[in-house]
């Protein structure tokens, strides 16, 4: 038998931007802690549509945190064995390109990953 489906399929939105908290976050908290870590941590909108990505102190946990539609979206992935890699810096916050946060969610290290020039106009 083939599976029955229930309402309309979930579309995740494409965010306008996404920033990652550099920073551990205590993931005892869910959407409104982490709504709270947004406004008073990163002094950034939470409803802005921006894609908010939080890992916790061991680094073996990621969420994701985004406005969508009337609502949050909340995604969470724990890895069983290992940690996730994230680039470091002395700032609060990362911005990130969706390719890097899908490389960071595949278990890939940026830092050892090399980057090709590109050509963009001036500004």
Known sequence: MGARRCGRPV???APTRILLST????FRTSIDGLAALVELHLHE???SGTLFAFRNQRGNGLKL????????LLLYKRL???RF???TTDRDRLTLTPA?????????D???AKRLSRWNPPV
Do not use: C, K, N
């Open 100 to 108: 890097e946060i899908a490389a960071i969610l595949e278990g890939i």
């Open 45 to 47: 909108a939470p409803l």
């Open 65 to 72: 945190l985004m406005w969508s539609s009337g609502g949050f």
């Open 11 to 13: 579309v995740i939105p």
């Open 23 to 26: 920073s551990p976050a205590d």
């Open 110 to 112: 940026l830092s050892r």
């Open 80 to 82: 069983e064995r290992g």
């Open 85 to 87: 890699r994230v680039p």
